[in-house]
């Protein structure tokens, strides 16, 4: 039992999260290391989402209001972490949300959905093929899902695909707490923030934008400054503990 008194009970509390989803074949093996990283990263970027990533986020909302065909993409540790969530940036956006996934099994594609389902999204469902062209699972999705997608949700990617993604001309929104990954580098819009506090960003964000601001906010992203910005964060913090 892990006291509530205890200073990391919110992270502790998440890994034994992530830990029953990994037990219930949710969660890969692999994404628990991936979560490690994340906590790193959020670490030292001071567990809180910054006036930066605050921006990104209310440009995301911005690019799936403006969004001909929005979709949000969903992987394992995204559903363990925020599955409600999800189900309310569908409810506001109305985007479709589609299970992808890097270490693809059917019965983890089932098991992802009756999660995201219990928490309310409607889970985009008929055959897959090969449509991005990577030679592992992610390259599987939906034809009238991804596929077609002009503006795309990516929370926890790995860069294979949201290169591919780009290079296949979608607008890529990657939620990504490491703004040096190969994902980040890439996305058409980085957010570096954490997916339980970033994905709920988006829809406060969303209910607050007019059409004029989301029109004007799309015109002018400048990714690298978000990068930057999340760089100069921890750098600002490494200092500070040095001082
Ligand atoms: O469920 P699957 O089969 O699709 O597999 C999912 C994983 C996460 C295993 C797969 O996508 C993967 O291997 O991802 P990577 O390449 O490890 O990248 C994950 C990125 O997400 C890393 O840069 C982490 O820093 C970041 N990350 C981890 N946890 C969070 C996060 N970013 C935001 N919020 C988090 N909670």
């Known amino acids: ?5 205890h200073p990391r009970y919110r992270s502790l509390i ?18 628990l290391t991936a979560h490690g990283r994340g906590e790193a990263f959020d670490y030292l970027l001071g567990e809180e989402t910054s006036t930066s990533a605050a921006r990104a986020e209310r440009v995301a909302a911005a690019l799936l209001k403006t969004a001909r065909h929005p979709v949000i993409s969903v992987n394992g540790n995204t559903a363990m972490l925020c599955a409600g969530a999800i189900a309310s940036l569908q409810k506001v956006s109305g985007a479709i949300v589609e299970v992808n996934l890097f270490h693809r099994t059917d019965d ?4 992802i959905t009756r999660i995201l389902e219990d ?4 889970v985009l469902a008929g055959p897959v093929a090969r449509h991005i062209p990577l030679d592992h699972d992610r390259g599987i999705c939906h034809a009238d899902g991804m596929a077609a997608a002009d503006v795309i949700l990516v929370p926890l990617e790995d860069g294979d695909r949201a290169e591919a993604l780009v290079i296949m001309g979608k607008i890529v929104i990657a939620i990504d707490l490491n703004p ?3 994902t980040a580098r890439t996305a058409t819009l980085p957010i570096i923030d954490e997916v339980t506090r970033a ?3 988006i829809t406060a964000a969303y209910e607050s934008l007019d059409k004029g601001e989301a029109d004007r906010l799309v015109q002018e992203i400048d990714a690298a400054q978000y990068l930057r910005e999340a760089i100069q964060t921890i750098r600002r913090r490494l200092d500070d503990v040095l001082d």
Do not use: D, H, Y
């Open 180 to 182: 040096l990954s190969r």
């Open 108 to 111: 983890r594609i089932t098991a």
């Open 14 to 31: 998440t890994r034994e999260r992530m830990a029953s989803g990994a037990r219930a074949g949710v969660v890969a093996l692999e994404g």
């Open 199 to 201: 994905v709920p960003g």
């Open 119 to 122: 928490a309310g999204c409607k």
């Open 1 to 5: 039992m892990i006291p509530e008194s």
